[in-house]
């Protein structure tokens, strides 16, 4: 009963671990009654299942993300260990055995899911680095010159796009990012008011060169061409201002870029919290108070890029369910609307267990001092 009362604490009598768990209190008397060792051996049969239906209703069955079916097939391996139970500890291990089953096929659901999601946010991290090189590359090229207004912007866009794309595929110390940052150069060489014409077969293949380019990170064809021609050959007075309105493309790897945004202004506190953040082992957990919810929600740390200065949050079963500026969660925390949960390994039973022996050591201790007296 002391086991019993104090494991439950500050459970909800209404949520599915107190369900769960009361449908397991007859057996467990039986059990304690028949078999002493429950309370000494940690992996005792009886102490296994209680453990085990304590973790799927803390993990997997948060009342904030119901998931029926697992309910119901859980409640259904309890309820048939119970009806079934005769004193034979075997049949709890049998129920302690399919829900571990049960519960380890989700857990290596959940992290497959996870890796794909801590790989997209390197993915995200590795575009973002490789198009910050490349808008800085081409900015420097263009820094002393005087370029027309859509030349500049087809470089900006486009070829920063081809010179990320090349890091990405290749490296940016690889021969083929050279020769597009040599291609790069050449196009503003021509395009600069001072430029020199080239002859017919350097043309030439300099506009080979940008339009296989330019088909790389989606423009068609036609359009490829129409900018290679006027990018090339300036001084053939091709419509340049046409040649460059095509349709805007969508920027490689789409909008991937966190939001621009002023930067963050931080108490003191915020500042402190950001950095603990920012040393925080990957697996931490965290509760977020959700509107609407009367309890919290767990949310795991999958991911902190250094680099993006951002966290990627999972849920149990390893489904995104935010990503967000460090900044935003140390404000976050510091409101109250989050917290880091505290690193704590053992389960309620364990804590239970511990918290019971010692109320009865102080029992124990209190009956032999009035003895004394």
């Known amino acids: 009963g002391l086991l019993m009362d104090e494991a439950m604490q ?24 028949q078999d002493k060792t429950f309370f000494s051996n940690r992996v005792h049969p009886a102490r296994q299942m209680l453990s085990t239906l ?10 904030n993300e119901p998931d029926e079916a697992l309910h119901t097939r859980i409640t ?32 290596r659901k959940a992290e497959a899911a996870e890796r794909r999601q801590i790989e997209a946010a390197k993915g995200k991290e590795r575009l ?29 866009r486009a070829w920063a796009d081809v ?4 890091e990405l595929r290749e490296g940016a110390d690889s021969s083929s990012w050279k020769v597009q940052k040599a291609v790069a150069e050449r196009l503003v060489a021509a395009n600069s008011p001072t430029a020199v014409a080239m002859d017919a077969d350097t043309a030439n293949s300099l506009k080979v060169a940008v339009q296989q380019s330019l088909s790389l990170v989606g423009y068609h064809e036609q359009e490829a061409k129409s900018i290679a021609d006027a ?9 340049i201002a046409a040649a460059m309105a095509v349709p805007e493309k969508t920027r490689l790897g789409g909008n991937t870029r966190i939001e621009s945004r002023a930067e963050i202004e931080l108490d003191d506190n915020q500042m402190r919290i950001a950095e603990q953040i920012k040393e925080l082992p990957i697996g931490s957990w965290f509760e977020f108070n959700i509107d609407g919810s009367s309890t919290p929600s767990r949310r795991k740390l999958a991911w902190l890029s250094k680099v993006n200065h951002t966290v990627l949050f999972v849920n149990q079963r390893g489904q995104k369910t935010a990503e967000l500026l460090i900044e935003d969660l140390a404000i976050e925390v510091s409101e109250g609307r989050a917290r880091i949960e505290p690193l704590n390994r ?15 050591r102080g029992i124990m201790s209190a009956t032999g001092e009035k003895s004394d007296d």
């Open 10 to 33: 500050g459970v909800n009598p209404q949520s599915s671990i107190s369900q769960l768990i009361g449908l397991m209190q007859t057996p467990i008397v039986q059990v304690v009654l």
């Open 54 to 63: 304590a973790d799927a209703g803390f993990h997997w069955l948060n009342d």
């Open 76 to 107: 259904d391996i309890v309820s048939n260990a119970v009806q079934s139970f005769d004193g034979n500890i075997n049949r709890l291990n049998d129920a302690y055995q399919e829900t571990d089953r049960l519960l380890q096929s989700l857990i």
């Open 128 to 156: 973002n680095l490789a198009r910050s090189r490349a808008e800085a590359t081409i900015n420097e090229l263009m820094a002393a010159r005087e370029l027309p207004v859509h030349t500049k912007a087809m470089l900006n």
């Open 163 to 166: 010179l990320a794309l090349t």
């Open 231 to 239: 990018l090339v050959a300036p001084e053939s007075q091709a419509p």
């Open 346 to 360: 053992r389960n309620i039973f364990e804590r239970a267990f511990e918290s019971v022996i010692k109320s009865l």
